[in-house]
């Protein structure tokens, strides 16, 4: 069987589609270096299998990811990265990101559970990104 370089999850309390949560998935994995150029994404079966979701759920964010240039379809063989959204701001992600596990481990410590994580972190993102516009 052949290793999985993506592998979708998806999250009923996220407030997106099915289809948004993968497309979002895949960009994230793109923008991230996690997915390069000629990775093949799992079939449309595989996918539904897994994740216990209709065909063409998968089959639509495939088609917006292909529409977008990320991702080309080769009939018969596959679904595979087209190109990435990585840039010259992948290096600092290493860093920042043990930042933020250190961040994360500390908030677990302070009793807070997963959706208070999520909550806290979404309002001071959303409040800092508000502080950088206006």
């Known amino acids: 069987m052949e290793e999985q ?17 993968l497309v ?6 793109l923008r991230l270096g996690l997915l390069d150029v000629d990775d093949r994404l799992p079939t449309v079966k595989d996918v539904a299998g897994r994740l216990a979701i209709n065909p063409n759920t998968v089959l639509k964010a495939y088609r917006e990811l292909e529409h977008e240039g990320l991702v080309a379809a080769r009939p018969g063989v596959g679904t595979f990265v087209a190109r990435t959204l990585t840039d010259a701001t992948l290096a600092a992600h290493g860093p920042l990101r043990q930042d933020l596990r250190r961040w994360l481990s500390k908030a677990r410590r302070a009793g807070l559970d997963d959706e208070s994580i999520e909550a806290l972190f979404m309002t001071t993102f959303r ?4 502080e950088d516009i206006g």
């Open 24 to 29: 979002q998935q895949v960009r994230h994995a």
């Open 127 to 130: 409040t800092a990104a508000q």
């Open 5 to 21: 370089v993506i592998e979708f999850h998806l999250d009923a309390r996220s407030g997106l589609s099915p289809y948004q949560q």
